[in-house]
């Protein structure tokens, strides 16, 4: 059914916009760009790269739910895909769970138009309730962290306890509260309501297998991202669904992304509350890997901070994610950077770890009174603004489509980078020479030894992001100023 139906809409919508796609195909190729990423209605993205040639229609984005060979004549040498997402998508899949449960209950299905009827039925479910479960739907542990907002605003607007939390990331969110995975689901006690983040179109099979089961032993759940409120009553269950779209993350920053999200749902979302914990000592942690080979930090690069810092603090321990145990890549990686340290004398107090578990980062992390973070990767990211550590985050602007406002929010700082006081991102790209000295000031400015500012420049040039958009996308325009290093530390300074 989801092949006939979805495939239909989709290569519908590739029909109506082909001479544009083919324009686009044929400017990007003759463009020397890497990767673009563009939209054509609300449910028809494209994303071009480069790299390989592989060429394909997919239902879900920007993960794929099934995916087919995409026919156009006489283009090789780039990949191609053409997703279909959105409302005929998020449509399709909550017929199933109504379908599917009304083959084992009777179910009232109810459309709620105004959004304040909407917000009183949540609350009406919510206060019946002292303590709540929350079901991450993420494999990615970064993006495990952002979504505890989700959660933490029920448990905070409804005088809520978090029980338990139910994840594929169990074994890092157990820094945050009590942790299980998804095999323990089963166990969940009635009395506790059901809190689940379904953002993504790949999440959906889960979280409807998961609703449903919960449902049928009379356990209510209420779905962030897809606007349901699951009810079970008697020998009914009650399905209210505000008939806004679903939100999706298109040309903003996650953290507003999150609030329109929970917006059907609660009048004021709050604001994410990231206090910088106090600096104690002069000790730092580097994550030089990425999740993509073209994120990793270049050995010299590495190598520069590491003078300069031991330059100006030569007593100061260095901590360094070694990455993967595994990795032959990380491997080299590392075994090349401590024989360029060894030639110049400086491996002193560095020290090189591998880890298995974000618990295992936190314990070093109060071990050797980490005080400043660098990074490469946003997973390690938001285990420093969840703790409260001051960090510089390296993006590579060459994964980025600057053209593209979906591109700015999915694979940009504009997007990605949290607007609290802890996390200040850094711009990597051709032309930036001073990225280095850079870093070297953050460190220096927050370990107490300078007061000059010039190094937020350094990192972030506030031109770059916003240089090829046009100013109707004034969320992206907001984050961009709102994500600015010098307006952090100026508002910050206010604040205190």
Same mark, same amino acid.
């Given at each position: 059914?989801?092949?006939?139906?979805?495939?239909?809409?989709?290569?519908?919508?590739?029909?109506?916009?082909?001479? %544009?796609?083919?324009? $686009?195909?044929?400017?990007?190729?003759?463009?020397?760009?890497?990767?673009?990423?563009?939209?054509?209605?609300?449910?028809?993205?494209?994303?071009? %790269?480069?790299?390989?040639?592989?060429?394909?229609?997919?239902?879900?984005?920007?993960?794929?739910?099934?995916?087919? !060979?995409?026919?156009?004549?006489?283009?090789? $040498?780039?990949?191609?895909?053409?997703?279909?997402?959105?409302?005929?998508? %998020?449509?399709?899949?909550?017929?199933?769970?109504?379908?599917?449960?009304?083959?084992?209950?009777?179910?009232?299905?109810?459309?709620?138009?105004?959004?304040?009827?909407?917000?009183?039925?949540?609350?009406?479910?919510?206060?019946?309730?002292?303590?709540?479960?929350?079901?991450?739907?993420?494999?990615?542990?970064?993006?495990?962290?952002?979504?505890?907002?989700l959660v933490e605003n029920f448990v905070e607007q409804f005088n809520l306890k978090l029980r338990s939390i139910y994840s594929e990331n169990y074994l890092n969110l157990n820094?945050?509260?009590?942790?299980?995975?998804?095999?323990?689901?089963?166990?969940?006690?009635?009395?506790?309501?059901?809190?689940?983040?379904?953002?993504?179109?790949?999440?959906?099979?889960?979280?409807?297998?998961?609703?449903?089961?919960?449902?049928?032993?009379?356990?209510?759940?209420?779905?962030?991202?897809?606007?349901?409120?699951?009810?079970?009553?008697?020998? *009914?269950?009650?399905?209210?669904?505000?008939?806004?779209?679903?939100?999706?993350?298109?040309?903003?920053?996650?953290?507003?992304?999150?609030?329109?999200?929970?917006?059907?749902?609660?009048?004021? !979302?709050?604001? @994410?509350?990231?206090?910088?914990?106090?600096?104690?000592?002069?000790?730092?942690?580097? @994550?030089?890997?990425?999740?993509?080979?073209?994120?990793?930090?270049?050995?010299?690069?590495?190598?520069?901070?590491?003078?300069?810092?031991?330059?100006?603090?030569?007593?100061?321990?260095?901590?360094?994610?070694?990455?993967?145990?595994?990795?032959?890549?990380?491997?080299?990686?590392?075994?090349?950077?401590?024989?360029?340290?060894?030639?110049?004398?400086?491996?002193?107090?560095?020290?090189?770890?591998?880890?298995?578990?974000?618990?295992?980062?936190k314990n070093d992390l109060d071990r050797y009174k980490i005080s400043l973070g660098i990074t490469v990767d946003t997973s390690i990211t938001h285990l420093f603004n969840w703790?409260?550590? %001051?960090?510089?985050?390296?993006?590579?602007?060459?994964?980025?489509?600057?053209?593209?406002?979906q591109s700015l929010a999915s694979d940009s700082p504009l997007g990605f980078c949290r607007f609290g006081a802890t996390q200040f991102p850094a711009l990597l790209y051709e032309?930036? *020479?001073?990225?280095?000295?850079?870093?070297?000031?953050?460190?220096?400015?927050?370990?107490?030894?300078?007061? $000059?500012?010039?190094?937020?420049?350094?990192?972030?040039?506030?031109?770059?992001?916003?240089?090829?958009?046009?100013?109707?996308?004034?969320?992206?325009?907001?984050?961009?100023?709102?994500?600015?290093?010098?307006?952090?530390?100026?508002? @910050?300074?206010?604040?205190?």
């Open positions: 059914m989801v092949v006939t139906h979805l495939t239909n809409i989709l290569d519908l919508e590739i029909e109506k916009y082909k001479s %544009r796609i083919l324009a $686009d195909i044929k400017k990007f190729i003759s463009s020397g760009d890497k990767y673009w990423n563009r939209s054509y209605s609300d449910c028809l993205q494209i994303i071009l %790269r480069m790299e390989g040639n592989e060429q394909l229609k997919t239902i879900g984005f920007p993960f794929p739910l099934v995916s087919y !060979p995409l026919e156009l004549d006489n283009i090789q $040498d780039i990949s191609i895909n053409i997703c279909l997402r959105g409302k005929p998508l %998020r449509d399709f899949q909550r017929s199933k769970l109504v379908e599917e449960l009304k083959q084992k209950v009777n179910v009232l299905f109810i459309e709620v138009d105004d959004i304040s009827d909407f917000r009183k039925l949540t609350k009406q479910l919510c206060i019946k309730y002292k303590e709540c479960n929350y079901f991450d739907p993420y494999s990615f542990i970064g993006d495990s962290f952002i979504g505890l907002h820094i945050v509260a009590n942790a299980k995975g998804y095999v323990e689901a089963s166990t969940v006690d009635k009395k506790n309501l059901a809190i689940f983040s379904d953002l993504v179109d790949t999440h959906w099979d889960r979280t409807k297998h998961l609703v449903k089961n919960l449902a049928l032993k009379g356990i209510a759940s209420i779905i962030v991202g897809r606007n349901l409120l699951i009810s079970p009553e008697d020998k *009914n269950i009650k399905i209210y669904h505000y008939t806004g779209e679903d939100p999706l993350l298109k040309k903003e920053n996650i953290e507003d992304y999150m609030n329109e999200c929970l917006k059907p749902f609660l009048l004021s !979302p709050t604001k @994410n509350k990231f206090n910088p914990k106090e600096i104690v000592s002069k000790n730092i942690i580097v @994550n030089p890997f990425g999740s993509e080979s073209n994120k990793n930090m270049p050995i010299d690069f590495m190598f520069r901070i590491i003078k300069d810092f031991r330059a100006r603090y030569p007593t100061s321990k260095i901590l360094i994610i070694a990455g993967f145990r595994n990795s032959f890549l990380h491997i080299m990686w590392c075994a090349k950077l401590k024989a360029k340290l060894s030639e110049e004398n400086l491996s002193t107090e560095i020290i090189f770890k591998n880890y298995g578990s974000f618990f295992e980062i703790l409260g550590i %001051r960090n510089i985050t390296i993006y590579n602007l060459i994964r980025c489509d600057l053209k593209s406002p032309g930036n *020479n001073n990225l280095v000295s850079g870093i070297i000031g953050f460190i220096e400015y927050f370990l107490g030894d300078k007061k $000059d500012l010039s190094w937020a420049k350094k990192i972030f040039n506030d031109k770059i992001l916003v240089s090829k958009i046009k100013n109707k996308y004034t969320d992206l325009l907001r984050s961009n100023n709102l994500i600015n290093p010098m307006n952090k530390i100026c508002q @910050n300074d206010k604040i205190n």
